[in-house]
């Protein structure tokens, strides 16, 4: 059987606590609602730099950010329907340091993925963004090794999907993946709603979903889409269909 | 219901009466087992430039050639399950008249189609490839246009398929799909062995399916892949699935 | 003095009678409040591919869509200050003969343009805007040769800008103009609701402005944009100002 | 107000002492002379890597050629009317420690600067370069992050220029803006005449400079300009102007 | 024995009758004096173009600049030791008609040759350029072939070098090859003095010719190099050498 | 004399103590039989990530495929006639320490290369690659510095070849020069299979290098031609020659 198949383990690497919820939500309901282990791995909780309706408080703290930043990413990820996991690797800029590549690896081995997710390689805008990128690369070479010896075995060779960034046309961000979430928008729409930091974003997302969703019935999908996800594959999909 | 479902319609559109065969003959193959019509126009036999074997004979005229090509062609064409038809436009350089173009959209708007295959868009070594590729992209863009009148109604938006060319590296080629040919090789290898002005070429494109088998495995596919196909789509997909 | 100034004319080369409209309107009427002169040269009506609000009257005719077509653009152009030109050549496929041609040539030598607009140069869903893009690009280079003669002189070395496609990643679309549309946004809307055969478009283009001045704003622009059009341009700026 | 306006701030990243005053001393004098406060970071002194001129005598140490290195930059810039930092960082390779790094936003936050300079993001000769490119766009991340707390507020969203590299065609250098730099030549030209380690390079940038100053006035700028400087941009212009 | 051998036989198409002059004179020069035949084909005059010294001239006509620029580029191609040929095609824009195809095919058979040399493939000031190497790559391919029976047999596979575009870095050239024409510029630069109708040239490329040359000692060439030329190969290079 | 002298020394720069043989065996025996110094250094043995055969074990430790893998090695380089160096930096992930980049930096001054060696600059499935060729451009602008002083003086300019990656389409690898290795590929076939640990291997890039060769064959080389390998220059090649 080939990649036709759902995806039964996904691990997404999110650069600050609430780009997973943004930009692969969708994504995100739609595998656990199939019966996928989803794992998200939340490298900083972005409370420096994408905090901003925290920080409009003056006496905020930046221990309270995190709090808060923790609080509602778990409260998202549990809408979702993913574990999370917080590395606390402080975020504008994310360092990810020599002992944190090392979990990382442990955690790829650990969920034996058949699909990973994470950001770009290069956006101008947003640099931790790429060192997400770069981080996951590296980790999924380390865990696919033989002689890299831990516990779990070496993994396969998962699929990387690269979600939206938020100016895709100044990213080199071309989608190969248009996927529908309607049936989960919801659920999505819920959890972004939890992103209190953020508030401003909702909106956007929301149109964003809606805008692609159009895209996807005009580029031959059923007309019964309404919301999508835009995507951007990696490795070449193995696939026994042709469409 | 989306992409995810097996094509029904598909039209294959080949600059020369070989290249179908060669590059895409696992697709066909593959469609027409799972129930799909394929329709494949040959915009020239390949006469000139294709058929070395048959040029090999001193007293060989092109009517002889083009009508031995018809029939290699056409034997391929029922052995991997599908139509084929021929506009006859000459080869090297092919000529796309203005007639033969309406033809083409005549045979979209009456094929409906759910997914199209040709060349690649840049191809140093074989501008007759280009051409036909464009030609592609303007008559899918005509079928489906409200006002262009005729019996069948207008298309929706089938994928475009780009099957792999001779020097991938040298046309930008770029595979995003790699179609599992396991169960329909042994039909595509008796396709080929029809194309007699071309032996030279069986070998090789038994080799490129078993790297590409390779490749797939190595990306994530089943163990039991043993052939393959590389393609690069035009379009995002739509799907429902991640993977 | 260089290029900082405000152009005094301009011409735009639009593939079907509403591209202008929706995808250049800002820019056209700002630079009739400015005082350029805009010309608008449709090459065609678009009657047959972008017409879709008409073509659901089942009497509709070919000739009643383009003077529908006609009537929609010039009141179009009318609100948004610009004089505009229908050659009628054809869509889907746009066919520029080589006379239409010379007449483009001839008009950019009336105009003396200092700045022109039309589509990109690639997009994989409509051919005619490619055909678009690249007559321009032939019409500058004859209208600037000094032994092409006519009764008008020579023409500089206008700009051109490539106004947004509709899916811009899809079409390797950069913007590097945010053009803030602010001060003339309630004339592009009323332009847009002229064209009563894509209804369905005014509030797709109103979202679009609204998120392009979010974006500019974003990238350091004035406060007070709330709408832009995002363009980019084929050739350097020469200018006097570094932002 | 959108960006048309002359900057009034801005900060260079020079990966060595030198790079600023052949690749940018243009665009530094004419912002200065408009007005604005120029901050020109070295990063080191070239010390190593470009001081050919230096190290001709056999009896040079590191420590005179930086000092001679530090005295020849600091004339440069005080004709260009700029200010000047030394971060003395090492070259071949150039080093940016995590201290140096925070400097830098420290520089950024205290300038509130509407426009930033640097190198391109990948020069195969020079990978010192490139190093300076990617701390700038990190650099200009952080000193926007809300959460990132020092004196100076956070900064708002500056333009990146990207100076000429020496290849340009090598490193994927397209130009976007040919910057007027008649009025300043002069200043320019005794700038580089303080550059002794370099003094072969005088000539060059005399000619590049007459070479792009025709480019611009073949691109459509006014015939006075007899000199420019070729930069591009890496985020779109918000402008009120079409040109 | 691999391509690391002299060419004997070059055939250079030139879209206007000075480009083979600026451009590809060196190497034409080079090469006839290492024993080539090399053919010009001048697919037009440049007589509306590229004839700014002639129109200068307020009574000149079309004929005259014909003749005249006739007599320049056969004095030019005699001085660089190859033969020349004119087929009148008129020029901004370029058209080349079937019958013209075919001969160019017909040259391409006749000459039997291992390199050939044209313009690159995007130029956006210069649309004739484009289709200059579009039509030798379609006439190469047709060459080839087999079955297209002339007098004279198919050819091999020549090299296809693109010369050096006016403004390199907007046409996305990336030179490959930096080629010693220091013992032959002094024929080149006679053969640029014969080009009086575009005198301002000649400087510009002697220039230019000066700064390759340094590039290419920079880039590991001998330190005797004084000139030279870039180009582009199309293919890769089959060599026995590494360097 | 400019570079189509043959090289006489060479480095190349190995991520993993396999890639040289796999990748550049031919061009390395090619180099030494024409009488190059060419000296190898292996950043790290891959020994965790590259040796699956001796994994296959299951007692096997780190220590002991080090040991395996730098005999193996060492007699493949000693059959192709090159020195070999192993600097056991750590693989999956390899890390380039300070120290570690000096010493590749003397090890270039010593060997006064005027040939490199290396992996392409982005394959997306093994980061190690990526960074030996980043390692390799820094190393060779320090070791061009003037200033860094060492007993050997600074080197010139030396070309570097990148070898071909194993999916050459997924890491933008467009070769520029195919290698006719016909005269010492027995001497590649007896160096690959030294490597046990990578045994499947050996016929894959046997076909490979036969591939290769036809493609060379192909594109003019001599029909003599059986094997070649592929390699893709990063600077342009400076040259008395024109094919």
Known sequence: MTGKSS???I???SAHSGDFVWRAGGAIAHAAETGA????????FGERGESQGLWADPDMTLETV??????????????LGAHIEFLDLGDYPLNVTSSAFDEIV???RRAEPDLLLTHVANDPYNRDHNLAHETLLRARMVAQAQGHKTDAPPIGAPQILMFEPHQPEMCGFVPNLLLDITGVFDRKQRA???MSAQQHLVDYYTDLAQRRGVQAVRNGGARSIRYA?????VFPVVSEELI
Chains 1, 2, 3, 4, 5, 6 share one sequence.
Do not use: F, G
């Open 106 to 108: 442990d955690h790829l």
């Open 66 to 79: 995190k709090i808060a930043r923790r609080k509602e990413a778990s409260e998202a990820a549990d809408i």
């Open 37 to 44: 282990e989803v794992r998200v791995i939340c490298l900083s």
């Open 11 to 13: 691990v997404v690497l």
């Open 192 to 194: 972004m709603q939890c």
């Open 229 to 233: 996800e835009a995507h951007q594959r």
């Open 7 to 9: 995806p039964r383990s």
